[in-house]
């Protein structure tokens, strides 16, 4: 009905900067009065990035609540390495790009992870490609040559041991889903 429509306008623009600068201008307009707040919803990221950038011309810093998209934030860039490692078997690739992630820790300090991390790729994944999953990586230590090491052979393999069987673990409630055919969402 026409009574819904009220204070609501509708204006056309030539081009999407025309477009930005009269919303910024409204909402400038509007933001002048103390008492006034104004907010700009729209689907369109690129409409709400030129309102903004007009609007920090005259000096109006506004709050994007939209952010930035989860996939481009670092949290959003380690859970998707998760699951393409995961997808991937755990290919050395993949892995290593999960474990060398800045928030990897593995419930560990940061240095002592990173050194374990090293010694994984020195010694395991290093050479051939081990088999998919952590039973391969596990077979791919068994069958490592570790006389080089200068920790020792025993050292080295205790510790990648407990360093693969905690990853193991880690991993292992997303490998269980992964096995399922279907998942809720």
Do not use: C, Y
């Not at 689907?43 to 950038?53: C, E, G, Y």
């Not at 952010?67 to 997808?87: C, D, H, K, M, Y």
């Amino acid at each position: 009905t026409q009574a819904d429509l009220t204070g609501v306008s509708q204006i056309e623009f030539d081009t999407p900067r025309a477009e930005a600068v009269s919303i910024a201008m409204m909402m400038r307009r509007t933001l002048e009065q103390p008492t006034k707040r104004a907010a700009l919803v729209t689907p369109d990221r690129s409409l709400a990035r030129r309102v903004a950038a007009e609007l920090r011309r005259w000096g109006l810093v506004v709050d994007d609540s939209a952010g930035e998209p989860l996939a481009s934030s670092i949290p959003g860039s380690f859970l998707r390495l998760i699951a393409e490692t995961v997808n991937d078997g755990f290919s050395p690739a993949t892995l290593l790009a999960v474990l060398k992630h800045p928030l990897a820790r593995g419930g560990r300090n940061a240095g002592a992870f990173r050194a374990q991390v090293r010694l994984l790729e020195r010694w395991v994944l290093r050479g051939p490609k081990p088999a998919p999953g952590f039973d391969g990586l596990r077979a791919a230590l068994d069958g490592a040559d570790l006389r080089d090491s200068d920790q020792g052979r025993a050292a080295v393999t205790d510790a990648l041991t407990d360093f693969i069987s905690a990853l193991d673990d880690a991993f292992t409630p997303l490998t269980d889903l992964a096995a399922q055919k279907t998942l809720p969402l």
